[in-house]
């Protein structure tokens, strides 16, 4: 089946500091990615989702100055958080899909903490 | 706008006792259900999928029956294991194959 690997899978960073977390497809090409964020015992929250080449997608609410995502390839996108701080502290997770195709892979998750 | 409601949890069953955890959901058009799964400390696998009414997704023992009379998606499994305790999402895909929307999830505690 297809694999999205994400990474780090966990990641503590001191307040102020930027974290980027990395998104690949191994083994198809993601014309779109979505990121999501997962707070303790709650459902995911779509955060913004990116097609290869443009721009992403914001969901309302989401700072993008705050959360930049990178799609610059079929294979990779990147989210990067600028200027952590400790309510940022989540898990983030992304999925992949195909063009043509209903159905998303996901990665792993990063747990991301802001001390 | 497209949503998905799930029974809240956590659901707390005996191993080899029979499970259904339900899932309901508001779409506009055709879309497609899902249901994932995520173990814990980890990201969502994709357990099951039917992408049009009356389909019946399967896999590892779970089953569920796209109900569009009812809306509804629900998963059974007839004998839960330990290894089925997990954290489970239902989820749509609208018409233009775009984000899935998720319900808020079920935790499922499996006892021996």
């Known amino acids: 089946g297809a694999v999205v690997s994400q990474h780090p899978s966990w990641v503590i960073c001191k307040s102020g500091t930027s974290v980027k977390i990395e998104c690949r497809s191994l083994d198809f090409q993601a014309t779109t990615m979505f990121w999501y964020r997962q707070f303790p015992k709650q459902s995911l929250m779509l955060m913004a989702t990116s097609n290869e080449g443009s721009k992403a997608t914001y969901e309302q609410g989401v700072e993008k100055d705050k959360f930049l995502i990178n799609h610059a390839s079929l294979t990779l996108s990147t989210l990067t958080v600028t200027s952590a701080h400790p309510e940022d502290s989540s898990f983030y997770i992304c999925s992949a899909r195909e063009g043509g195709h209903t159905e998303a892979f996901f990665g792993q998750g990063t747990r991301l903490t802001v001390v | 706008g497209n949503s998905v409601t799930q029974m809240e949890g956590p659901v707390t069953l005996s191993e080899e006792a029979f499970l259904t955890i339900n899932c309901t959901y508001t779409?506009?058009?055709?879309?497609?259900l899902f249901w994932y799964v995520q173990y814990p400390g980890e990201g969502l696998q994709l357990l099951l999928k039917a992408t049009k009414a009356d389909d019946k997704g399967s896999n590892k023992g779970f089953e569920a029956t796209y109900r569009k009379e009812t809306t509804s998606f629900h998963l059974e499994k007839g004998s839960v294991q330990v290894s089925d305790s997990a954290v489970y999402f239902c989820?749509?895909?609208?018409?233009?194959?775009?984000?899935?929307?998720f319900g808020g999830g079920t935790r499922l505690m499996v006892k021996p």
């Open positions: 989820a749509l895909s609208g018409n233009a194959g775009n984000m899935l929307t």
């Open positions: 779409a506009t058009g055709y879309p497609s």
